[in-house]
Each structure stands twice: as structure tokens, then as C-alpha cells.
């Protein structure tokens, strides 16, 4: 299964906004490990979020990432922060 990546601008301003550690954690998820092919299984809590399957979200430690799913394209559009509990 060939999956083309893209990151959304708004994805790269939240990945330049992150404190150094996190933005090492998450630049290396998304743009390294991602790409060599993880199964979207593997996504740690991985949840649709809109009727029609497009829309995603998932957790990576203390950050909420958004995804698109359309086909064999995934697009990155955010990554917030967690908000502590």
C-alpha cells in the first residue's frame, strides 16, 4: 500500500511553536516513522471524528494530532497540546 504524506501549514506552525523536546518527539513520529509505513492501527487512539471517515484524531504522549484520510493521501493539520487534567 503506497501512502502519499503531506502536513498542512497550519501542522507545520503548531510543529515550530513546541517546545524542543516535543517538537523533536513529534517531527520524528510524523515525518520518520510515519512515513516508513505504520499501520494506521498503530495509532495510539486513533478515533474518526466526523460522519463521512475523513476526519482523525490520535494521541502522542501529551499532544492530540489531526489527520486527513482521503484515499491513499494522510494529511497532517494540527498538533495541540493536551490540556492538563
Known sequence: MNIEVRYERS?????????????????HFAFIDFVQNLPLSSLPGLRQ????GIFYRFNLENYLIGIEMRGQIIKFLRVIPTPDV
Do not use: W
Request: no cysteine.
Open 11 to 27: 501542522f507545520l506552525l503548531d510543529l515550530k511553536s513546541l517546545e524542543p523536546a516535543a517538537y523533536e518527539m513529534v517531527y
Open 49 to 52: 471524528i466526523d460522519q463521512e
